[in-house]
């Protein structure tokens, strides 16, 4: 039961945000450090629930004191956060993301922030570099919790009395399933929402009702604490991005933050007596203001700079932050909780919903105002408006279409010589590959779908059903129409960014593609398959990052090493060569050349027209690069397959 101050938890705490930094600021080794915020999960649980079990057991638990205190706790760091935020981003970002950046506030000022960045784009996503609120989740997910947590609990005392024990078990017990299921079906929605994460919070809260075996023995609190320490360890070292999480790979940290509090109930390992060193207790007192301030520096600072971040601008950003931070918690978190910023409970709560009611306010109005694009100078505008739309003719998203809608381009005569397939790459490359078709008197089918690959028997559950449709209906077109050759186009890198097949399994991804493709391929031995190697890829190509520079006044040359290109294509060269030289009907195609010389990549053309329409879709300037190269396949494709 919690009844005293414990140092070991802030120290906790110290070394969890210290994860959460080292991870977003991609310092070497601390590829899990996200786990920070599921050992926050945690340790949350534990001292919310000792706070309501004691009170409830002196029968002077209210709900109204529960929810001032957590206005006090919550409200002051974060609506100073944003207020900074937004005045940053009004000046600096550009309109779209400006107007994004009006929707999270919306969104966190309601602490809905979990709904609105689970349908916006996945936690690790490249786009999330924009989203200075990202972090809300947590909170959201959080206060979520304890909208309903409190009242919970003092149902079941007053019909159980102190036999809610159960109670919580089942729920722990159901919210744990949903986080499995979730991981296999909807990973996002698993990170994001609440009843996915429930589960963290109420194995703290179990600790806090039940603190179990006691620990009162020198070594059984040594054993548990070293066991715990180990397992936050392994968590921050050996999880990544690309691990499944939560899943079963979040008991790992959770079990872990359990062990240690644990340990430190009614006996002091060395591992708490580590925790409890000043240092480490003071990171942890302000470690929610660090945790709401080092993010957006983070973003602002990449957003100044658009080029990723060295390590050594990092660690300066979080040297400021920690500053900050400290700041925060000394002159706005403590006046507010303890110092004379003290209204009535009355006016506090008409104070918080005073703040929350202005800053969506803000949010909504930059929403509205389509991110206030009459900041933007002439140059700016002219930057954005070389982005190059081609006319697709309503062909990509062909899952929409049904059967009657398939697009027939290039010569359009009554024959089809070859059909385009693959995700929006391919689209972006149609317009050159079908006037580059026209020329040569081919006519082809495109069929392209966002994120779609003719990848067999290994679906992605976000779109398995139509990924399945769309494969049966491709080998279908393929046995009926008889094309000569098959052009397949697609962002392989995020093809093995897929960690989640069929069957709930985990497979490796490499795995996965190279046998989806195989089941595909090995079904048409006659047809000739062309596979092109995905483009370069940079944040630093297309208009919008070239508008940026203008907009803050900086030079950029579009440019990339050509070897960190190189970096790109080693991760999925392995399995396209794989079956290039399992199936001689089957030629993977570089294109590497065509926008690189010896050094470096280029997203622009010398007159400054764009190459790109954003960071990795070629514009059709960009496409029209790669012409000569779709020219001596359709010459080469004329040709019959090699014999098997």
Known sequence: MYTKYRPDIDGLRGLAVAAVLFFHAKVPLFDGGFVGVDVFFVVSGYLITSIIVSDLRAQTFSIARFYERRIRRIFPALFAVIAFTTIVTIVIYLPSD????????????????????????????????????????????????????????????????????????????????????????????????????????????LLAMCPGPTTQHRLSSEIAALAGAGMLVWSVVALSEKSTFPGYNALVPC???????????????????????????????????LYLWHWPLLVFVHYWNIHELSLAQSATVLLIALIISACSWRYVERPFRFGPLL????????????????????????????GLPGRLSDSTHQALNLDEVHDRRDCHFISDKGHPGLCIRGYTNDKVDFILVGDSHADALSPAIFE???????????FTDYGFRP???????????????????????????????????????????????????????????????????????????????????????????????????????????????????VRYEAVLAGLQIDYNNVQIVSVGDSFCDVHYCYGALGDGRALYRDADHVSPAGAEKLTPLFADIFSRASFPAPEQ
């Open 98 to 205: 400006l107007e994004g950046y009006g929707r999270s506030v919306l969104a966190s000022a309601l602490f809905v922030s979990n709904f609105y960045f689970w349908r916006e784009s996945g936690y690790f996503a490249a786009a999330a570099g924009t989203k200075p609120l990202l972090h809300t989740w947590s909170l959201a997910v959080e206060e979520q919790f304890y909208i309903v947590y409190p009242a919970f609990l003092l149902l079941i005392h007053r019909l159980l009395g102190d036999r809610w024990l159960y109670c919580l078990v089942f729920v722990l017990v159901l919210s744990f399933l949903t986080n499995i299921w979730a991981v296999g079906n909807a990973p996002v929605a698993a990170f994001y929402l609440g009843p996915a994460r429930a589960w963290e919070l109420l194995i703290g809260a």
């Open 255 to 289: 079990i872990g933050t359990g062990l240690i509090i644990h340990a430190g109930t009614n006996g002091t390992s060395a591992i708490n007596r580590i925790l409890s060193i000043r240092p480490l207790v003071l990171l942890g007192l302000i470690s929610y203001s």
């Open 343 to 370: 209204p009535d409970r009355g006016g506090l709560f008409k104070m918080g919903a005073f703040v929350m009611c202005i800053a969506a306010a803000a949010g909504l109005l930059l929403h509205v105002a389509n």
């Open 436 to 446: 580059t078709a026209k020329i040569h008197r081919l006519s082809g089918i495109q």
């Open 455 to 569: 990848i067999k028997g290994f679906w992605n559950p976000a779109t398995a059903a139509r990924d399945r449709a769309l494969v049966a209906w491709l080998e279908t077109l393929i046995k009926e129409r008889k094309p000569g050759f098959i052009l397949v186009a697609a962002s392989w890198n995020s093809a093995l960014d897929a960690i989640y097949y069929e069957d709930y399994r985990k497979v490796k991804a490499s795995h996965a593609l190279s046998a989806g493709m195989r089941n595909f391929i090995s079904q048409f031995p006659d047809t000739r398959v062309f596979i092109l190697q995905t483009v370069p890829v940079s944040e630093i190509f297309g208009p919008t990052a070239l508008a940026r520079s203008r907009h803050l006044g900086k030079s950029l040359e579009q440019k990339m090493p050509r070897a960190k290109y190189a970096l790109q294509t």
